[in-house]
Structures are given as C-alpha cells and as structure tokens.
T-cell receptor, first 115, second 113 residues
Framework: DAGVIQSPRHEVTEMGQEVTLRCKPI?????LFWYRQTMMRGLELLIY????????DSGMPEDRFSAKMPNASFSTLKIQPSEPRDSAVYFC?????????????FGPGTRLTVL | AQSVTQLDSHVSVSEGTPVLLRCNYS??????LFWYVQHPNKGLQLLLK??????LVKGINGFEAEFKKSETSFHLTKPSAHMSDAAEYFC???????????FGSGTQLTVLP
C-alpha cells in the first residue's frame, strides 16, 4: 500500500481565496483524521470521520473550515475564505477503526501558506 | 479525560550517548500509549505502542519505552544516539473510551557529532 496520500504537498494562496486539501486514506481503514500543526499550537485534531461519517468536528476553528468524506477512499478539507492565520501544515491520518488504542498512519502533510 | 505532558521541549545529546525523552500521562481509563517521530518536512511515523501487554515496549530503530503505572510515565530511551535520530518526538495517549488520541507538545531531539 502507498500509505496515506495527500495533495497538494505545498499550497500558496492569497487571503480570501478558497483552498481545498485532499486526502486518500489507506485502503481498508475505516477512520480518517484531519490535523493542523503550527509552531504556536502544536498538533491539533480538527475533525475525524468513522465510516465516512463525521464524528467530532469540535476542533474545526470556525465556519470557514469544512470537511467532507464522500466515500471511503477520499476526503477533502476546505477553507473558504482563507486567512493568513490559516498558514500551517495540515495532516491527514487514517486508522483501521476509530478507537484511540489503534495506531494512526499519517500522510506527508500539506504545507499551506496564505499571503 | 486524558492528557500528556512532555517534560522537555528540547533535548541535545552527543552521538553515541544515551537518549531519554520524558513523558507523563493522565487518563481516566486504561491508556494506550504511543511514541511518534517526525523528521523535518515529513509526516509522523509510529515508533512504538503500549496497549496493556508487556510494560517494556521495543520499537523501531533501537528505541524502547517503559510503562510505569505508579509514576504515570512512559519515557522513551535509546542506548546510543545516531545522527539520523535528530527529529521531533511526540508522546501520545489514547483509550478505547476516548475514541481519539491526545498528542503531547513534542520534544525536539538534537544529536551532536
């Protein structure tokens, strides 16, 4: 398996623009997680899905952020409109089940810069 | 509720000397504990995992960690540091009831030649 795949790896955009980050989890994994990593706040869980259903989105910063998982092999995280404070590395991770004693496998991340 | 505290934000060792990265946790339930490593510009990779079996857990690249319930600790060790060990290390706690992992703030390990 190729592991968790994220695209793009780098994104530079201007304030106010829409940004869409993409993730393909490991085949057979039923849970998918979106994280944001910054120097100031470290690694934060934004949202996670179990069997394509959003379970906990309490980490989503505000209404500008939205996430979808239309099928078991694809998820998107959208920011509209983007702001400079959204600049961060966004990680997608997947695991077999949504149980916190299960290992999560991380993608390489998307480095987002909002000018 | 669960939480994890990494006691050192930065650790610096010389190549060939032992590594100790400290982690304390808090959990209302029987915890699962993990150490992840993140090399520059890379995603997180699992080093090792404790889930109520043997208290001494061996991981990849010569790392190991010991679960000490009485001290609520899960410190990461390696007998001899290698230059390639330079990275950021995250201690993570989870439990079946919590449904999600809680990450520590990370420890940046520097290995000096």
């Amino acid at each position: 398996d190729a592991g968790v795949i994220q695209s793009p790896r780098h994104e530079v955009t201007e304030m106010g623009q829409e940004v869409t980050l993409r993730c393909k989890p490991i085949s057979g994994h039923n849970s998918l997680f979106w994280y944001r990593q910054t120097m100031m706040r470290g690694l934060e869980l934004l949202i996670y899905f179990n069997n394509n259903v959003p379970i906990d989105d309490s980490g989503m910063p505000e209404d500008r952020f939205s996430a979808k998982m239309p099928n078991a092999s694809f998820s998107t995280l959208k920011i509209q409109p983007s702001e400079p404070r959204d600049s961060a590395v966004y990680f997608c991770a997947s695991s077999l089940v949504a149980s916190a004693d299960n290992e999560q496998f991380f993608g390489p991340g998307t480095r987002l810069t909002v000018l | 509720a669960q939480s994890v505290t990494q006691l050192d934000s930065h650790v610096s060792v010389s190549e060939g000397t032992p590594v100790l990265l400290r982690c304390n946790y808090s959990s209302s339930y029987s915890p699962s504990l993990f150490w992840y490593v993140q090399h520059p510009n890379k995603g997180l990779q699992l080093l090792l995992k404790y889930t109520s079996a043997a208290t001494l857990v061996k991981g990849i690249n010569g790392f190991e960690a010991e679960f000490k319930k009485s001290e609520t600790s899960f410190h990461l060790t390696k007998p001899s540091a290698h230059m390639s060990d330079a990275a950021e290390y995250f201690c993570v706690v989870g439990s079946r009831s919590a449904r999600q992992l809680t990450f520590g703030s990370g420890t940046q390990l520097t290995v000096l030649p």
